[in-house]
């Protein structure tokens, strides 16, 4: 690589310690800037370029490039996202006189969501859960996770990190620690505080036997023998498709994220205000939100064609 293409990298490689130390990022979004980042430096190191004397049109070509290659409208907004923090960065620290990328338009996230499950087909998942698995452990684990999962919204990087020691108790609200280092409390439903008493009987159990083999017992509710210790996102991503098929749902249709949009959709149908479900969600903006306004505006339209005397 190029003393240039070095010199870049040095640029990233600080950001990205900055961030991690002043800003408290979050794993996921660390490794985010870092991919981003590092494709952008190779394009500019490739166009014997630098970050130091890099201009705004230079940059707006790398974005048009992007586009070439076919990236999503979403991963193209994310990538100039990181550029743009990267530039404010090297602007702050004095390492530019000038921020190249702060006035660049960039394609925008588009604001849609998922095709919505209804209420009967999260009921289907909910009874599947108990079904899907080969171990009776894996059944248990399975329930919770959906429970949990439909509950509370929680993201699924949020979801599978859960400390055990966040859920003794027999809790009626949880202490979740979500993006950038935030924490919020979100409410547990009865069903979901039955399952997650059975999973955590059988996680007792397992941690009994464990320590008197002198072996360490995990940290997290749902652990596994990987990296993290435990149970990853691809891992229960890859879970709900079993349960979806157990369900007889199309698998295309059920994420995590989806059953994330369920669970603020639900809420919203039934009464509950953007701001609450902000709150639960952990979106720092009301703007992420509003991508919901849409159930708000069918709720509005049938209590007005139901109750306004010129409707009848």
């Keep these: 690589m190029s003393m240039q293409g070095l010199d870049s990298l040095r640029w990233v490689s600080s950001f990205l310690d900055a961030q991690a130390a002043e800003q408290g990022s979050a794993h996921n979004t660390l490794l985010a800037y870092a991919r981003d980042l590092r494709d952008f430096a190779d394009w500019c190191a490739r166009q014997k ?24 409208r979403s991963t193209r907004a994310r990538r100039l ?6 530039f404010r960065f090297a602007f702050a620290e004095e390492w530019r006189k000038d921020d190249p990328a ?3 338009s960039g394609p925008g996230r588009a604001k849609t969501l998922p095709r919505a499950l209804t209420l009967g087909e999260v009921d289907c998942l909910l009874q599947a859960a108990p079904k899907t698995g080969r171990t009776e452990a894996d059944r248990l684990r399975n329930t919770c996770l959906l429970e949990l999962l439909y509950a509370t919204g929680l993201r699924v990087s949020e979801l599978v990190s859960l400390p055990v020691a966040a859920v003794r108790g027999n809790p009626q609200m949880i202490l ?11 409410p547990l439903s009865e069903p979901a505080r039955a399952a997650l008493s059975v999973w955590l009987q059988h996680w007792d159990s397992d941690a009994a036997t464990l320590r008197a083999r002198r072996m360490p017992e995990p940290r997290f509710l749902f652990p596994s023998r990987g990296r993290d ?7 229960f991503y890859l879970i709900l498709k079993e349960i979806a098929l157990q369900a007889g ?13 369920a669970f603020a959709t639900h809420l919203l149908s039934g009464g509950a205000d953007l701001r609450a479900i902000q709150t639960l969600l952990g979106h720092a903006d009301i703007s992420s939100t509003e991508i919901y306004t849409h159930v708000l505006e069918e709720r509005l339209r ?9 409707a009848r």
Excluded: W
Aim: charged share 25%.
């Design 249 to 261: 749902l199309d698998p295309a249709r059920v994420s995590p994220h989806v059953l994330r949009h």
């Design 49 to 72: 370029l630098d970050f130091a004397t890099l201009n705004r049109a230079q940059i707006e070509e790398y974005l048009v490039d992007c586009e070439a290659q076919g990236l999503a």
């Design 81 to 86: 996202a990181s550029i743009r923090q990267l």
């Design 229 to 235: 210790g435990h149970l990853s996102r691809v891992g």
């Design 102 to 104: 702060s006035r660049i």
């Design 176 to 186: 979740v620690r979500g993006k950038g280092n935030k924490e919020r409390m979100v």
């Design 302 to 310: 049938d209590l007005v064609l139901e109750h306004h005397p010129l």
